[in-house]
């Protein structure tokens, strides 16, 4: 067998996104200890820029060694006890999945499930914190990566604490590519992952946690079933003057977190979280001009992922195959009862850029015409120039 060469990818999927050359290099860097000064110093700088991006003080903010599902697990498997009830947001893949992860720590789920497509209104979440019993959290999806739904989160903070319950948000397709505010919402805990709108690879987990959260963590009545999760364990390897061993941290992997934080920073979060939103309209309104419906038919709908309705006179899965083989493009279909039905095109991080907007609606155009189900050739980048030229 030869070296592995990967082919030219322009990944417009709901992640993997497109990973800046700094990061790779980052990633290419030697390899000190985990608990070389040297590394240290490494950790308490993406801890220190992880705090920026979630936009909060708390200490506990570190890196979950493993992708966004470690995050998840993470956040739920260290709150829920056996026997606690959590109300969780069901409106797509991400929440089915959340609620399935209450239920294997022993929790009893219960969800609020509404159409694929849709957000949860803050005003159900109430009426069920008011008629179920004690609560133990509320977890919700911020960012519904299997539909493009974009979850409201503050107004629901200060019904959890009425109700003492904790807040858990998964910012997984959102940090880094628009506003999440663990502070000012009054999240309790929130993860994320590297390899969306960080572009980075994937393989951590970025997870923040409260004071609120931390003292309901400590007065636990049973020990977190995951030893690898348990943050009391962790926590002693992300303290500054413990460094512990617990597990050997995902050197490179954090190098490249690092690089891509510090471009981050670069960039502004004010800028990124702009260039986000425009060229979301810019493909969108390209996409319309194709003849494709979006799936929240209605804003709020997600910048960092756009998913959009193809009719059944479009072989869906064929023209995927036609962008990945003749024009490199990844853009990604539909999960779950959504499969061949929507595309999920994802502009997140590194991904989001004009020249990509133009790239794929060109392809598609392309490959419209020839299947015949474009007739009017340039109509989506007409449409998409046009959002370009007015919205600077
Ligand atoms: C991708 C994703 C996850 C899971 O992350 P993995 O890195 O695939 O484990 C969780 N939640 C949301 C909203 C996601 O988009």
Same mark, same amino acid.
Not at 142 to 155: L, M, V, Y
Not at 220 to 227: A, D, E, K, L
Not at 336 to 363: C, D, F, Q
């Given at each position: ?6 082919p ?8 993997p996104?497109?990973v ?28 220190v820029?992880?705090r ?25 498997v ?48 109430e009426?069920?914190l ?25 107004p ?33 805990v929130?993860?994320s992952?590297?390899?969306?709108c ?10 923040t946690?409260?004071e609120?959260?931390l ?7 049973v ?7 348990d943050?009391?364990?962790i ?14 941290a995902?050197?490179?992997m ?6 891509a934080?510090?471009i981050?920073?670069?960039?502004g979060l ?42 059944? !006179?479009?072989? =869906?899965?064929? @023209?995927?195959?036609? %962008?990945?083989?003749?024009?490199? $493009?990844? #853009?990604?279909? &539909?999960?779950?009862?959504?499969k061949?039905?929507?595309?999920r095109?994802?502009?997140?991080g590194? !991904?989001?850029? =004009?020249?990509? @907007?133009?790239?794929? %609606?060109?392809a598609?155009?392309? $490959?419209? #015409?020839?299947? &015949?189900w ?5 109509m ?8 370009? !030229?007015?919205?600077?």
């Amino acid at each position: 067998m030869e070296e592995f060469c990967a082919p030219r990818r322009l990944l417009l999927g709901p992640g993997p996104s497109m990973v800046h050359p700094r990061v790779l290099q980052a990633m290419a860097t030697s390899l000190v200890g985990h608990l070389d000064p040297a590394f240290l110093t490494v950790m308490n700088d993406v801890q220190v820029r992880l705090r920026q991006l979630f936009a909060t003080v708390n200490r506990f903010t570190i890196a979950v060694s493993g992708t966004g599902s470690a995050g998840m697990e993470a956040a739920v498997v260290n709150v829920v006890e056996p026997g606690d009830a959590v109300i969780v947001g069901v409106n797509g893949v991400f929440g089915t999945r959340l609620a399935a992860v209450v239920e294997r720590c022993g929790g009893k789920a219960i969800r609020i499930e509404v159409p694929w497509g849709q957000i949860i209104e803050p005003q159900m979440i109430e009426e069920r914190l008011r008629r179920s019993g004690p609560v133990k959290a509320v977890a919700l999806v911020h960012a519904e990566t299997s539909t493009g739904a974009w979850q409201p989160i503050e107004p629901i903070s200060a019904m959890c604490r009425t109700h003492d319950a904790l807040l858990i948000v998964d910012a997984v397709t959102s940090l880094g590519g628009l506003p999440v505010e663990v502070d000012q919402w009054g999240i309790d805990v929130c993860y994320s992952a590297t390899q969306k709108c960080l572009s980075c690879p994937p393989g951590l987990a970025p997870l923040t946690l409260n004071e609120r959260a931390l003292s309901v963590i400590t007065s636990r009545r049973v020990p977190c079933h995951s030893w690898y999760f348990d943050v009391s364990l962790i926590a002693d390897y992300w303290t500054e003057h413990n460094r512990a061993y617990h597990h050997t941290a995902p050197i490179s992997m954090l190098y490249g977190l690092r690089e891509a934080l510090r471009i981050i920073a670069e960039e502004g979060l004010p800028a990124r979280f702009a260039r986000h939103h425009l060229n979301s309209r810019a493909l969108m309104a390209g996409l319309m001009a194709l003849g494709l419906d979006p799936l929240p038919p209605a804003d709020p709908r997600l910048p960092t992922l756009l998913c959009v309705t193809v009719p059944p !006179s479009i072989d =869906e899965g064929a @023209v995927r195959s036609q %962008l990945l083989e003749r024009f490199g $493009i990844e #853009i990604g279909g &539909g999960l779950g009862h959504l499969k061949g039905k929507v595309w999920r095109i994802g502009l997140m991080g590194e !991904s989001s850029t =004009e020249a990509n @907007v133009l790239t794929l %609606l060109n392809a598609l155009e392309e $490959i419209g #015409i020839q299947n &015949g189900w474009v007739s009017v050739p340039g109509m989506a980048l007409q449409a998409a120039a046009y959002i370009y !030229s007015v919205g600077r």
